[in-house]
């Protein structure tokens, strides 16, 4: 596993009133849940990112209020339609 270093000012840990560990947990999620949003990842990778299991993730999208289907319902209206 590849580790990063991030260098942030402290008043950022006060201001967010976090500490390191949970402002990193916190960021890997917030990336995971904008990169699936995006499209960038699945559902399955989002959650990997994020250090969650797929219905940790699922429940962490709701609180970003995301929606963890990545169709919309006018895509599923035609897949619906083209189906035999």
Do not use: C
């Amino acid at each position: 596993m590849t580790q990063l270093t991030l260098e942030m000012p402290d008043e950022v840990f006060a201001s967010l009133h976090k500490d390191p560990a949970e402002f990193t947990r916190e960021l890997r999620v917030a990336a995971a849940v904008k990169w699936y949003e995006l499209e960038r990842v699945s559902q399955g990778r989002a959650a990997e990112i994020a250090g969650l299991t797929r219905a940790e993730f699922i429940t962490a999208l709701g609180q970003y209020r995301v929606s963890p289907f990545q169709y919309s319902a006018e895509e599923v209206l035609a897949e619906l339609a083209n189906a035999d």
